[in-house]
């Protein structure tokens, strides 16, 4: 009885060995481990079989059962390895195939330099707030220091909607900055105020390489007890710190806008000479990038505001010019052409 | 403007390098745009004297002049007709750089032989220099041009280009800027004395004065000089004005131009013997009354116009022009001399309306003061002397009916704190308006002073006036930055500003490209947005003063610049486009402005996916376009219907109208094919253009959170055969009535094949849930049931067998 589960046992192991696939392995299984094999039959029969011999023919069947177990179990291990790393060498997929395409929007680039500018000044304290593009005259100009016939509207030509109101005079026009809007905001709002004012701004001008009719601006204003200039400084500065990066020199100087006094133009260093002077910058090493200034106190009376008491700043940036500064776009009217090839880069 | 840099140093000592002192007057007001080198190219030329003139052996037109230069003499060979002895010539050595009098290119002076005799060096034309275009004999300089030094230092210039802010009049002129530089440079002003004898007849036994409308003229003042003679100004004035910009006419005329650019005051100068009744009008003109102006055009003025008259006809539209019958003419041999001020409202509305601009009324316009006219008055009067020989009458005419007294402001040192942000003491404050001259009196206390401007600043009104005067003065680089400090203001956001981010978004990721188009668009563009022509209805808003056809209206709808945009991009581009617009029409509305909705509108064509070796070549159609308006209103959690369009633009029976309740909030679609032909675009196209601002309200509300269920659902899949008119929605709808419904989808739509005409197969998959316990079949086949019967009841849907 020993001897025969001896040669079983070698048999077995034997053709295991031999054994490649899982199916001649499950074959296998069936014919040592099954329900109709040697040894389940044999394990069945012990009952048969006198104690003594019962007890050691029943150990070591169950001890050959166990050596065959662990061997189906090492077998199908290295069967299923040796299986996958076949399959996973079949199943290989060139990556170098493009992926199934997705069509890809993209923001503008004005939009995308506008949120940029947005969030730099929202982390600053400020409110985005806009208003609209087709303005009276009051908001415009009048408010702002700029009667009919003063020389600063020369300065900023005027597109007029053609609607008369009852004296047969246009009042009505495409506002020439977003400064309008600071006025309705003083008129709203009571201090503190913090705003910047995205949006569309209109001139009468013929479009070329640098002008449109149609551009954005950002204008800003801030209004308390005690602003100061060298409070809108350290806004603009933190600003151009964070838009243009750390080593851009920025210049503030003098200048003259009706609506502020005193007045400032503030300028960057020129991107593409470094400041040495190129065509780009007029041989000047600055560009010019906004017109700011403590609001004039006219201004603020005019919306009620006591001068004395309240102190403001406000500022007007063109933004078309800072893409165009960033990516070297040297022509303006491309944002407007709605062209594709271009639009695609950013 | 601009200005010579040696006038500038008649009046101002300049110790500054040119750079430092342009970045200064930049820094301070005055942006100085560029300089211009007058004689930077002149090496190797020098002033000589021709001492003798030979004939040229060989050749008629030629001679032979002797030039001497100090430390020796030249013979050359010369082709210019106006060659005289001892007149004064700029000489060029060889190796003298010089400009081509015939081809106009840089060269380098060459030794020639030139008909058989060698000529080492050239008398030079204005042309050779670069000085002027005269190339029709050479260049004869002054008698006391000192003979052998360097023409660059006789005659070399800097000419700056200056950007004049408009409140700035008085910088209008050399003067001024003189003491811009006095004041930023610390050095000091030199102002000439200006002085000239009379003759004993006074002026007003020759003229009178009678200022009508003194709202518009505020001083008129006037000189009469007798015995003038005509001719051609003195070369150093010749120069000054052409440097300037402005062209030399003859010695009075030149004088006038030369003395206004120097102090800032036009001057007029008439022909005394032309203004009859010796008597000067300063009136409105009459309603159509006519003027023929130096330019020779007939000018017809009106009653808001100011002119200079004498008792029977306007001699001079004031500030602005003057009559061609009263013009200084070589025969003229008597000057009337105006120097006044004029309203500067007036002067632009009479240049604006008759389009003439002239460096006259610049300086009108932006108000300088009516203290100015004497001194430039005195002084023309003395060089017309000078130059053009007569006498002047004794005394001016001088009437002033609009002086006022200057008004001391009062500034304190917390006021240029509080504005600046930085502490300036009284004596920093005194010194700076000082340098300006500014006159500063004692206040009551030691931190105040009263300040009293100069006449020549009648920009400066208001203490905050001073504060930048002291500002720009120690320099705008002095002020510190600092961050804006606490509290930082409430905010209260747009609630429209967050929806068209999120828009944008979304249709960025859907895949969409933005684009901006103009605001302004033509009638010709949105007239192809009509499939049968007629007027548009409202009339979009038209621009007054358009500056092309193409910008004369302001949009009433984004499509028609979309699809112009979708146009162009067609002709380079294949495959599929989507391009969107996020942007703002303008709708008229009655004695207001108009409302400015914010508006979406989104364009797609072309097939699904671009062309891959993963296949797939379906066109996009309808639902792509209603895909992308569901998943956007779903982002926004917003339910709006699609009802039926009336959309003309779009295709009659491929459209819908976005609605919520009963707002409509936009249409999509399929563009009409007549629409698409007008735009020339081929392949179909579809649209959406919602208002955004319309679905603000339905986007603003509280959300309750959901559960998430807790009991198993049960699907259960059915296929009905309705009439093909039968819509999807209707199905929809009364599936989802029933409350075990929790999800209804449509997963094939049928029709042809075994089902017979006239029906479709709609297929369902219906998920039944229930929040309180988990259904059971019974339940799920009750509830069926009563669904079918509801269906064929209310739709005569059967079930497909």
């Known amino acids: 009885m020993l001897n025969l ?189 913090r705003v910047v004012i995205p949006g569309k701004v209109y001139r009468y001008e013929a479009s070329d390489a640098t002008h449109t009719p149609v551009f954005y601006q950002i204008d800003g204003l801030a209004v308390d007890k005690g602003i100061t200039m060298a409070e809108l400084k350290g ?7 964070r838009f243009f990066g750390e080593d851009r020199k920025v210049r503030f100087r003098c200048d003259y806008f009706p609506f502020v006094e005193p007045g400032v133009e503030m300028a960057i260093e020129c991107s593409v000479c470094g400041g040495a002077g190129c065509r780009l910058c007029g041989n000047t090493g600055w560009i010019e990038i906004l017109g700011a200034g403590m609001t004039h106190p006219q201004v603020l009376r005019r919306v009620g505001l006591d001068p004395e008491v309240y102190t403001s700043f406000a500022f007007g940036m063109g933004i078309d010019r800072l893409p165009m500064l960033r990516y070297g776009i040297d022509d303006t009217r491309l944002f407007y052409g709605s062209d594709l090839r271009f639009l695609r880069q950013f | ?72 003499k030249q013979t050359v060979v010369c082709g210019a007709p106006n060659l005289r002895l001892s007149d004064k010539v700029a000489f060029a050595y060889v190796g003298a750089q010089l400009i081509d009098g015939h081809t106009g290119e840089v060269i380098r002076l060459k030794p020639a032989k030139i008909r058989g005799v060698v000529s080492t060096g ?75 004898e009379e003759a004993p007849l006074p002026i007003d036994h020759q003229i009178s004065v009678d200022i009508v409308d003194p709202d518009l003229c505020p001083r008129y003042c006037a000189s009469l000089i007798t015995g003038v003679k005509v001719a051609a100004s003195p070369r150093w004035m010749q120069q000054r004005l052409l440097a300037c910009g402005m062209r030399p006419i003859n010695n009075i005329v030149d004088i006038t131009n030369c003395v206004m650019l120097e102090y800032g005051q036009p001057l007029h100068a008439f022909d005394y013997h032309r203004i009859r009744g010796k008597k000067i009008i300063v009136r409105r003109a009459d309603e159509g009354e006519t003027l023929v102006t130096l330019d020779g055009v007939k000018r017809v003025l009106s009653q808001d116009m100011l002119v200079i008259a004498d008792p029977e006809q306007a001699v001079a539209i004031a500030g602005v022009m003057g009559g061609a019958d009263s013009e200084v003419t070589q025969q003229t041999t008597a000057i009337l001399l105006e120097a006044a001020n004029f309203n500067p409202a007036g002067i632009y509305h009479t240049g604006n309306t008759l389009n003439l601009p002239s460096e006259a009324r610049l300086r009108f316009e932006r108000g300088i003061s009516p203290e100015l006219t004497l001194p430039a008055l005195k002084r023309a009067t003395q060089l017309l002397i000078q130059l053009a020989g007569g006498e002047a009458a004794k005394g001016l005419v001088d009437a002033y009916p609009g002086k006022l007294e200057p008004e001391p402001i009062l500034l304190s040192t917390g006021r240029v704190k509080s504005l600046l942000g930085v502490e300036f003491s009284p004596e920093q404050i005194i010194a700076v308006l000082a340098s300006l001259g500014f006159d500063c009196q004692p206040a009551g206390s030691a931190s105040e002073v009263w300040v009293t401007a100069p006449y020549w600043r009648s920009d400066i009104n208001l203490a905050e006036d001073l504060v930048e005067e002291v500002a720009r003065i120690i320099g705008y680089d002095k002020i510190p930055a600092t961050m804006l400090s606490e509290p930082v203001p409430r905010q209260n956001p747009q609630p429209i500003i967050r929806l068209k981010q999120e828009a944008r978004h979304s249709l960025t990721g859907y895949g969409f490209q933005e684009v901006i188009t103009y605001s302004l668009t033509s009638l010709e563009l949105l007239n192809k947005l009509l499939p049968e022509p007629r007027p548009l209805e409202p009339a979009p808003l038209r621009v007054a003063n358009p500056m092309t056809a193409d910008q004369e209206y302001l949009r009433p709808n984004l499509r028609a610049n979309l699809l112009a945009a979708l146009s162009a991009n067609r002709r380079h581009e294949e495959g599929s486009i989507r391009l ?64 039926p369009g009336e959309d003309e633009s779009l295709h009659p029976s491929k459209q819908a109208a976005i609605a919520i309740d ?45 559960p998430i269920p807790r009991f198993p659902a049960i699907v259960r899949d059915i296929a009905l055969v309705v009439d093909s008119g039968v819509a999807h929605r209707r199905v929809q709808d009364i599936i989802g ?65």
Not at chain 1, 165 to 187: K, P
Not at chain 2, 134 to 163: C, Q, R, T
Request: a negative charge.
């Open chain 2, 122 to 196: 050239m008398v030079c034309s204005e042309k050779e220099l670069g000085i002027s275009d005269s190339h029709e004999g050479i260049m004869v300089l002054p008698a006391e041009a000192p003979v052998g030094i360097l023409l660059v230092d006789y005659m070399g210039d800097i000419i700056f280009d200056l950007d004049i802010t408009p409140n700035r009049p008085d910088c209008l002129s050399v003067i001024g800027m003189a003491r811009e530089v006095a004041a930023l440079t610390g050095q000091g002003l030199h102002l000439h004395e200006v002085g000239y």
């Open chain 2, 1 to 72: 403007m601009k200005v010579s840099l040696k006038w500038l140093k008649e009046y101002v000592d300049v110790s500054l390098p040119l750079a430092d002192l342009a970045e200064r007057l930049t820094m301070a007001g005055t942006e100085v745009k560029g300089w211009q080198v007058i004689g930077g190219d002149w090496e190797n030329i020098v002033v000589g004297q021709i001492v003798a003139i030979n004939p040229h052996p060989n050749a008629d037109r030629l001679t032979l002049p002797t030039i001497d230069l100090g430390t020796e």
């Open chain 2, 580 to 643: 969107f617009e996020l942007g703002r029409v303008y709708l008229p509305r009655p004695k207001d402005l108009p409302h400015e909705p914010e508006v979406l509108c989104g364009v797609l064509t072309g097939p699904r996916f671009e062309e891959s070796w993963h296949g797939g070549d379906e066109s996009l159609d309808f639902f792509d376009a209603k895909g992308v308006v569901e998943g956007l209103l779903s982002r926004l959690g917003v339910e709006a219907s699609f009802e």
């Open chain 1, 5 to 193: 589960l001896e040669e079983l046992e070698q048999r077995a192991a034997q053709e295991l060995e031999g054994v490649n696939q899982v199916k001649e392995l499950e074959s296998w299984r069936v014919r040592y481990l099954g329900k109709k094999s040697q040894l389940t039959k044999l394990l069945r029969s012990l009952a048969t079989l006198p104690l003594e011999q019962r007890k050691a023919v029943g150990a070591f069947a169950n001890q050959v059962k166990a050596k065959l177990e662990d061997g189906l179990k090492q077998k199908g291990q290295v069967l299923r390895e040796t299986q996958l790393v076949t399959t996973i060498k079949e199943k290989h997929i060139d990556i170098t195939l493009p992926g199934r395409p997705f069509p890809v929007g993209r923001l503008h680039p004005i939009t995308q330099t506008l949120h940029e500018i947005c969030d730099i000044f929202v982390s600053m304290g400020f409110q985005v707030m806009e208003g609209p593009e087709v303005e009276w005259d009051y908001y415009n100009f009048e408010a702002l220091n700029i009667p009919k016939h003063h020389p600063a509207r020369d300065m900023m030509a005027t597109l007029w909607v053609d609607v008369e109101n009852e004296s047969g005079e246009r009042t009505m026009l495409l506002r020439t900055h977003n400064t309008s809007q600071d006025v309705r905001v003083m008129e709203k709002m009571s201090p503190p105020i």
């Open chain 1, 235 to 241: 806004t603009l500065y933190e600003f151009a710190r």
């Open chain 2, 737 to 801: 009535s029933f409350s075990l419904v929790s999800q209804v989808t449509i997963f094939d739509v049928y029709s042809g094949g075994q089902l017979p005409p006239g029906k479709k197969s709609l297929a369902y998959r219906i998920t039944f849930q229930s929040p309180s316990h988990t259904l059971t079949d019974e339940e799920v086949n009750k509830v069926q049931q009563q669904i079918l019967s509801k269906l064929s009841g209310e739709l005569g849907a059967s079930l497909r067998a």
């Open chain 2, 662 to 706: 009963d707002n409509r909030l936009g249409d999509i679609g399929e563009l009409h094919p007549k629409v698409l032909d007008a735009f020339e675009i081929s392949g179909n196209v579809y649209l959406f253009e919602i208002d955004l601002t319309a679905l603000l309200p339905f986007t603003i509300g509280h959300k309750l959170f959901q």
